[in-house]
C-alpha cells in the first residue's frame, strides 16, 4: 500500500474516531468519514489481540486485503480499521468477504 493511502497522525485517527461513522463486524470495526484528501486508511491492532508477532500479522492481512478493494472505492475517505481478537483465528477469504461487506454497508463500493 503506498504512503499516499495510508493514515499516519495522530490527529487524523482522532478526527476519524470522532466525526466519522462505525460499522461493526464480527472480525473488526470500521470507522469512516468522508475527507478532502485522497483515499485513506489506517489499522489499528490493541495489545488484546495478541503479541507483536500476532498483532503484525493481523496487520500486514488487514493491509493486504485492504490494498485489493482500494481501487474499488468511490470516494475520497479516511477509512481506520480496528481489529477484534476473533480476526487471529480468522482465514483470508473471510476477513476478505467481511472488509468488502463492511465497505459496501458504508455505500464506499
Known sequence: MKKANMLKKNKDFTYCY???????TPFFTLYFVKS?????AGFSVSKKVGNAVTRNKVRRRMKESFTVLLP????????IFVAKNEIVDCPFSKMN???????KKADML
Do not use: D, V
Open 36 to 40: 478532502k484528501y485522497n483515499k485513506r
Open 72 to 79: 474499488k472505492i468511490k470516494e475520497s475517505c479516511s477509512i
Open 18 to 24: 470522532r466525526r466519522g461513522k462505525r460499522i461493526g
Open 97 to 103: 468477504q467481511a472488509m468488502e461487506r463492511a465497505l
